[in-house]
């Protein structure tokens, strides 16, 4: 752990306000320093988990580009989790394209059964 100050941030899943008491705590640590953060119980292993991969990004960057510091890393590795996170908007629309067609055969499934 490092020396730095403790942070507090509170994750809670976007659908649902959770009240504080149902809120745990956890320490998570990026790039050597450690953030106290409370969070749903459900979220937790996911929270780890992103946690684990940015961490792990950030050491392959230390690798590829020696001789940077560890804020340039952190940066590197925000840009790759936030390219990730939105590289595939083909799939969204084909998404909503089988949402339309199932929709669409919904309704002639429908109109065949009220004859």
């Known amino acids: 752990m490092s020396d730095s100050k403790w942070s507090s941030l509170t994750i809670h899943n976007s659908q649902f306000t959770i009240m504080a008491e149902q809120l745990i705590p956890a320490t998570i640590t990026i790039a050597d320093r450690s953030y106290r953060i409370k969070l749903d119980p459900k979220d937790e292993e996911v929270v780890r988990k992103t946690v684990k991969t940015i961490n792990d990004k950030i050491i392959e960057f230390k690798t590829m580009f020696a001789g940077k510091d ?18 595939n908007p083909a799939a969204d629309v084909e998404k909503e394209n089988i949402a339309d067609k199932l929709n669409l055969l919904e309704r002639m499934l429908d109109g065949q059964l009220q004859f």
């Open 70 to 87: 560890m804020q340039d890393y952190v940066a590197m590795a925000l840009v790759w989790y936030a390219t990730e996170q939105n590289s």
